[in-house]
């Protein structure tokens, strides 16, 4: 079964490679769609594949890579768009 989901992560978030941490654990998973950071201070990620595989990175994407602060991740359901890659989208 394919799941989509879109996350909006706050917190200490930008400037610390939280968007390669999330590039490089979606090829592992074999999830598409994108990240990037929001002129606001959040990051935004959008994950698509696997049911199991979407699940385990929504995981990884709560706790972060090691210098990162999670304050609060919001998710919402998305349409599954059938994406080709993972990407980093600079604003």
């Known amino acids: 079964m ?6 909006y992560i706050s917190g200490l978030v930008q ?3 939280f968007r390669s941490f999330i590039k490089e654990n ?3 998973l074999n999830i598409k769609g994108f990240v990037r950071n929001l002129e606001d201070g959040r990051v935004e990620v959008f994950i698509e594949g696997n049911f ?6 929504v ?5 972060g890579p090691k210098h990162s602060e999670i304050k609060k ?3 919402k359901s998305e ?3 059938d994406l080709k890659s993972f990407k ?3 604003i």
């Open 15 to 17: 400037g610390i490679f």
């Open 73 to 75: 991740v919001e998710e």
């Open 52 to 57: 199991e595989d979407v699940v385990k990175m």
């Open 88 to 90: 980093v989208l600079h």
């Open 26 to 28: 979606a090829e592992k």
């Open 59 to 63: 995981e990884l994407c709560k706790k």
């Open 2 to 7: 394919k799941k989509s989901i879109r996350l």
């Open 79 to 81: 349409r599954f768009q």
